[in-house]
Nanobody, 122 residues
């Protein structure tokens, strides 16, 4: 089992940047595919981006390609989401999630953080 704690959310102006971090407990972080998902008010949860266990592969939803970057540091048991050129449609609660399966693009993650709010003001 792994516990996940997100940080780095907040209020940012449109066009700005934020970096979210997700710290994982345990010594098996490299055994997990990691993902970032988000849920905006009144909308379904959406996969945003994710990274393979060794960091060699990433996957992004089309709406964030070229703006968001997922990375991980297995030595620090941490995954990051760098968000640039933010716009109002990026406003949501962002969740870090982990899964043992290798498929990155999925809503079916096994473990979830508590979420961190990102609000983009226009």
């Amino acid at each position: 089992q792994v516990q996940l704690v997100e940080s780095g959310g907040g209020l940012v102006q449109a066009g700005g940047s934020l970096r979210l971090s997700c710290a994982a407990s345990g010594r098996t972080f490299s055994s997990y595919t990691m993902g970032w998902l988000r849920q905006a008010p009144g909308k379904e949860r959406e996969f945003v981006g994710g990274i393979s266990k060794n960091g060699g592969s990433t996957y992004y939803v089309d709406s964030v390609k070229g703006r968001f970057t997922v990375s991980r540091d297995n030595a620090k048991s941490t995954v990051y989401l760098q968000m640039n050129s933010l716009n109002s449609e990026d406003t949501a609660v962002y969740y870090c999630a982990a899964r043992r399966a290798t498929t990155i693009n999925s809503l079916l993650y096994d473990y979830w953080g508590q979420g961190t709010q990102v609000t983009v003001s226009s």
